[in-house]
């Protein structure tokens, strides 16, 4: 029988080793997350490999090493409103949720049917009462006002409703390129101008956002 408390403190100690993980805070929510709870029952003995796992309509849970560095490129602090874009399994949410605290709130939009049936019935994500759900095309409308914005599907720049979603000094985070590869950016917004910059750590490769884009 495999000991999950135990897997996820080696994953810890992995993502800390390699400089994925360096602040506390993100240390303590990867710690407080159950990622076995969102996998199928045959495949949770994969949940602490430091790996990407498909969970079906050809979408995946992301390695948690690429997580770590968004996460730590996003920098959630108490209190924030942070809007989640492309919430698949709903595994980051939950993560941000730990960031944020009781007293902030996670917004989190997944256009696919199929996967947004599935996160009311997570019980990692049915315990946390400061996430949202919402199933629509983010790259459409703004959803309100944020502190930050995560992105975690690959998309060609940030969409222009996405940057208008960022209070002034909010940042995104995104996975910026082409369908093949792509560079995980933050972009602040400063002067309701977008400063941006990449991550020089290597390039990722994500499933591509769906919907339509406006620059």
């Known amino acids: 029988m495999i000991d999950f408390e135990l897997e996820r403190k080696k994953l810890v100690f992995h993502l800390k080793d390699i400089g994925a ?3 506390k805070n993100l240390e303590q929510a990867f710690l407080n997350v159950k990622r076995e709870e969102f996998f199928d029952k045959a495949m949770k003995s994969n949940a602490y490999l430091d790996e990407a ?16 560095v968004m996460l730590e490129m996003l920098k959630a602090q108490k209190g924030m409103k942070v809007l989640d874009v492309g919430a698949g399994s709903g595994y980051t949410a939950c993560l941000l949720s730990e960031l944020v605290g009781e007293k902030g709130k996670v917004i989190a939009v997944e256009l696919l049917k199929e ?21 629509a095309d983010a790259t459409k409308k703004v959803f309100g006002e944020f502190d930050r914005v995560l992105v975690s599907a690959a998309c060609p720049f ?3 409703n996405l940057f ?6 909010g940042i995104a ?3 910026i390129g082409d369908q093949f ?5 933050s972009i602040a917004k400063i002067n309701n101008k977008p400063l941006k910059k990449d991550f020089l750590g290597g390039f990722f490769v994500f499933v591509p956002l769906k919907g339509s884009f406006e620059q």
């Open 21 to 23: 993980i360096e602040s």
């Open 53 to 68: 796992f498909p969970i079906g309509s050809s979408q995946t849970i992301s390695q948690p090493y690429t997580i770590a």
């Open 181 to 185: 590869s792509q560079t995980i950016q």
């Open 115 to 135: 996967l947004f049936d599935k996160l009311k019935e997570n019980p990692e994500i049915k315990k946390r009462k400061n996430i949202s759900f919402i199933q």
């Open 158 to 160: 940030l969409p222009k």
């Open 173 to 175: 985070v995104a996975p």
């Open 164 to 169: 208008d979603s960022l209070k002034e000094k």
